[in-house]
């Protein structure tokens, strides 16, 4: 890997006692030789300069797989597997402090001079194998393979597959770039159902870190996402928490879907996202306002149902009183009819769309 300097970062494995470290290094000394192995990271400059180098690792073996670099802050991430009960990590606030089977991963970063920063093991009960690494935002990302018996990986909930599929299944892991404090909030579930004019987001934590607050998203196609409202955190919380948000958005009850995430908001700024869920409403496809209608009966429709054709009104007896269509746009999801001349009493409004036709029952 390099930074944004063009310097070159390395990582591996060694099983020798004279790897040629750097004075002052991290780890000065193969901590399991003559066998079996531990990890190196050596960083070079763009001119071929050895700037620093080290082991890592603790007394039974460790083997050095990926590496990244943060091009904003030059910081490095390494990860690959270890099955020592003695790895060293940072402290008793990293996400995963003690090796939990035969073989676990880890995360380990080092700012740009050679000092760690953070570790912390990844794993499950079983053999876990790392295959790479990668960085976006605040977050680094591992993935990999594991052999790890049902309900012991360290998998979070509402994880799009929670539970091990086979003999060995793939993963991918998030964590904090920052693994050496603990996770802002721990979730437990997110969930969205609709209620027919209503859509019901339901979320729990099973501890929460300086957390400021939710903001709640809404999107049409899962990736571009607006706020729609805010719920207020815990602050600092080690219960369970549970939050209600309903969204009262007056297409919902003629059958829009839309997706939801939360933005999990720090009080230094930060957010985390969540993960998407979507909720659909099963409603008519057809919003007919206000009702009872004044001098105006406005017409929408559903995105999923069409453009408007032509409109009728009728009344209890299946006499046309209204038509318009002649002068409308096949474009328009939307309409108003004049229904001023009207008398007050129960009609039948009949649209005409690309989709097929709607009947609605509206009152003036």
């Given at each position: 890997a390099?930074?944004?300097?063009g310097?070159?970062v390395?990582t591996?494995?060694t099983?020798?006692t004279?790897?040629p470290?750097?004075p002052?290094?991290?780890?000065?000394?193969?901590?399991n030789?003559?066998?079996?192995y531990?990890a190196f990271?050596v960083?070079f400059?763009?001119g071929?300069a050895r700037?620093w180098a080290?082991?890592?690792?603790?007394?039974?073996?460790?083997?050095?797989?990926?590496v990244a670099?943060?091009q904003?802050s030059g910081n490095?991430?390494?990860?690959?597997n270890?099955n020592?009960?003695?790895?060293p990590?940072?402290?008793?606030?990293a996400p995963?402090?003690t090796?939990?089977?035969?073989?676990?991963?880890?995360l380990?970063?080092?700012d740009?001079?050679g000092?760690?920063?953070?570790?912390?093991?990844?794993?499950g009960a079983?053999q876990?194998?790392?295959a790479?690494?990668?960085?976006?935002s605040?977050y680094?990302?591992i993935?990999?393979?594991?052999w790890?018996?049902?309900?012991?990986?360290?998998v979070?909930?509402?994880?799009f597959?929670?539970v091990?599929?086979?003999g060995?299944?793939?993963?991918?892991a998030?964590l904090?770039q920052?693994?050496?404090t603990t996770?802002p909030?721990?979730?437990?579930?997110?969930?969205?159902?609709?209620?027919?004019?209503?859509?019901?987001?339901q979320w729990?934590t099973?501890?929460?870190?300086?957390?400021e607050c939710f903001?709640?998203e809404?999107?049409?196609?899962g990736?571009r996402?607006?706020?729609i409202?805010?719920e207020?955190?815990?602050?600092?919380?080690?219960s369970l928490?549970?939050y209600?948000y309903?969204?009262t958005?007056?297409s919902i009850?003629f059958?829009?879907g839309?997706?939801?995430?939360?933005g999990?908001?720090?009080y230094?700024?930060?957010?985390a996202?969540?993960q998407?869920v979507?909720v659909v409403s099963?409603?008519?496809g057809?919003?007919v306002?206000?009702?009872?209608a004044e001098?105006?009966?406005?017409?929408?429709?559903?995105?999923a149902h069409?453009?408007?054709?032509s409109?009728?009104?009728s009344?209890?007896?299946?006499?046309?009183l209204?038509?318009m269509?002649?002068?409308?746009s096949k474009?328009?999801a939307?309409?108003?009819?004049d229904?001023s001349?009207?008398?007050?009493?129960?009609?039948f409004?009949?649209v005409?769309?690309s989709?097929?036709?709607?009947d609605v029952k509206?009152?003036?």
């Amino acid at each position: 890997a390099t930074d944004a300097s063009g310097n070159v970062v390395i990582t591996g494995s060694t099983s020798s006692t004279d790897f040629p470290v750097s004075p002052g290094a991290f780890q000065p000394n193969n901590a399991n030789a003559p066998w079996p192995y531990d990890a190196f990271l050596v960083k070079f400059s763009a001119g071929g300069a050895r700037q620093w180098a080290t082991y890592y690792g603790g007394t039974t073996s460790e083997y050095g797989y990926g590496v990244a670099v943060d091009q904003a802050s030059g910081n490095i991430f390494i990860t690959g597997n270890t099955n020592s009960t003695d790895f060293p990590i940072v402290s008793a606030s990293a996400p995963q402090t003690t090796n939990a089977g035969s073989d676990d991963n880890y995360l380990v970063s080092f700012d740009p001079s050679g000092n760690r920063l953070c570790a912390t093991y990844v794993g499950g009960a079983g053999q876990n194998e790392v295959a790479g690494i990668g960085l976006h935002s605040t977050y680094a990302y591992i993935a990999g393979f594991s052999w790890t018996p049902p309900g012991t990986y360290c998998v979070t909930a509402g994880s799009f597959q929670t539970v091990i599929g086979g003999g060995v299944d793939s993963y991918i892991a998030q964590l904090p770039q920052g693994s050496c404090t603990t996770l802002p909030v721990e979730w437990l579930t997110f969930t969205g159902r609709n209620s027919g004019t209503e859509n019901i987001l339901q979320w729990s934590t099973a501890s929460e870190t300086a957390n400021e607050c939710f903001i709640i998203e809404r999107g049409v196609d899962g990736e571009r996402f607006e706020a729609i409202g805010k719920e207020k955190g815990a602050g600092n919380s080690n219960s369970l928490k549970n939050y209600v948000y309903t969204d009262t958005d007056p297409s919902i009850a003629f059958g829009s879907g839309f997706y939801y995430r939360l933005g999990q908001k720090n009080y230094d700024g930060t957010v985390a996202y969540s993960q998407v869920v979507r909720v659909v409403s099963h409603g008519p496809g057809i919003r007919v306002y206000p009702v009872p209608a004044e001098d105006q009966l406005y017409v929408e429709l559903a995105a999923a149902h069409g453009k408007i054709y032509s409109m009728e009104v009728s009344d209890p007896a299946g006499k046309i009183l209204l038509r318009m269509g002649a002068a409308m746009s096949k474009e328009v999801a939307s309409g108003s009819l004049d229904v001023s001349g009207l008398a007050h009493g129960m009609y039948f409004l009949r649209v005409v769309t690309s989709c097929g036709e709607q009947d609605v029952k509206f009152t003036r």
